[in-house]
């Protein structure tokens, strides 16, 4: 009679390569790190109104005036389409060569980099560029004049529009900025003959055009 083969099952633990998971993980990781966008925050935190436009802003060609609710205001602008445009270095020349301020190559760089608006009186913009500590680096964001004798935010527009011909006026304010203050940067505006800009709220941008 012909003996049965018994079968024999193994006591080792199966083992689970996971390597090729691991691998997956890491070019997924790897990926959202190259294209995710952060958020910069602003200098002055802004507590934006909602809005009920569903209109998207572009991605340049724009400079944004923050207002913060203390009144205080920043200019920011891009480079344009294409970084090699260089317009934001060229627009700080040119701020320089108003005021007498000659900018080094460095500090076109530094400018040209921030990640952030800027809120700093030209004449202080050299120390600003100079401080290494973010502290520091906050005491001098006071905001930029725009009164009648030290329009500086004034020629921040007329230069960032010569140097960028098709830049367009944002406002970004917050939702407790005095109503005064507001006014005062349409006037601006429109003193220098911006007479259609987008409003920035907490959800979209409604655009708005200033009456001639």
């Keep these: 009679m012909a003996k049965m083969t018994k079968i024999r099952f193994s006591n ?8 090729p ?23 002055s935190p802004v507590d934006t109104p909602f809005s009920v436009s569903e209109k998207n802003i572009a991605d340049f060609d724009k400079m944004t005036i923050v207002i913060a609710n203390n009144g205080a205001v920043f200019f920011n602008m891009d480079n344009g389409p294409d970084t090699l445009l260089k317009y934001r270095p060229k627009t700080l020349q040119e701020m320089g060569d108003r005021y007498g301020i ?12 921030f990640p952030s608006s800027i ?7 050299k120390d600003f560029f100079a401080a290494d500590d973010p502290g520091d680096k906050a005491a001098f964001q006071t905001g930029i004049p725009m009164d009648s004798l030290n329009n500086q935010l004034g020629m921040w527009i007329l230069y960032a529009r010569q140097v960028n011909p098709n830049i367009k006026a944002i406002i970004k304010g917050g939702a407790d900025v005095p109503y005064p203050r507001v006014k005062e940067v349409l006037d601006l ?13 907490a959800l979209e941008a409604a655009e708005a055009v200033l009456e001639d």
């Design 21 to 43: 998971m691991v691998d997956l993980f890491s070019v997924v990781l790897i990926f959202l790190m190259l294209t995710t966008n952060f958020r910069i925050s602003e200098p």
């Design 119 to 125: 809120g700093v009186p030209i004449e202080h913009l």
């Design 102 to 113: 000659e900018f080094t190559d460095e500090e076109l760089r530094k400018f040209e980099k």
């Design 189 to 201: 505006l429109q003193a220098y003959n911006v007479n259609q800009f987008s409003l920035v709220t």
């Design 12 to 19: 080792k633990t199966p083992h689970v390569d996971m390597t």
